[in-house]
């Protein structure tokens, strides 16, 4: 029973990767001057066309949720960019072997690298206002990644992104 309860733990840490977000805004803007948006015509996400629409649409959701309004005339346009990355390998075993006498001295050692590489992705989001200001806020995200997910999961977690993007939108002054 103590071993069930420890494999459920580990699999629920494990499951749950943290993300980490970075913001950065622009001081002097006043961030209720803006209610519409839109997205770059020309955006090149950087995740697979599938991604890009569920990222979309529930970051659409967001803001709608949030009081904005998609428009053609908008008030501030939003960029998003992705990178995917290998994260190198940082736990090893290392074993050694020696031997030290009155004539002999030496050692080898080497390092066995213990599981695999975790996929990680960067998501940056651009809230540029082309009017006035260009860029007036930035978030930038990464959290681990699986392209092995099913299509639900995959929108489960950018679900949970999103929501932790937009929580450092409008940022406190």
Not at 97 to 106: H, L
Request: with cysteine.
């Amino acid at each position: 029973m103590r071993s069930l309860f420890a494999f459920i733990l580990i699999f629920f840490v494990t499951s749950c990767a943290p993300i980490y977000v970075n913001y950065d805004y622009e001081k002097s803007i006043d961030f209720n001057q803006y209610n519409t948006y839109n997205y770059y015509s020309n955006i090149d996400t950087g995740l697979s066309e599938l991604d890009t629409k569920r990222f979309m649409n529930i970051l659409d959701e967001q803001l709608n949720a949030r009081g904005f309004q998609l428009s053609e005339t908008p008030d501030f346009y939003i960029n998003i960019r992705s990178e995917t990355f290998q994260e190198l390998q940082r736990n090893s075993v290392g074993v050694s072997i020696g031997s030290t006498g009155r004539n002999f001295g030496g050692g080898v050692s080497m390092g066995i690298p213990i599981g695999q590489n975790n996929m990680n992705r960067e998501i940056t989001i651009d809230f540029v206002d082309e009017s006035r200001m260009g860029l007036f806020w930035q978030a930038i995200a990464e959290t681990s990644y699986n392209p092995n997910y099913p299509p639900e999961k995959k929108e489960e977690r950018f679900r949970i992104l999103v929501q932790k993007i937009l929580h450092g939108y409008p940022p406190k002054l």
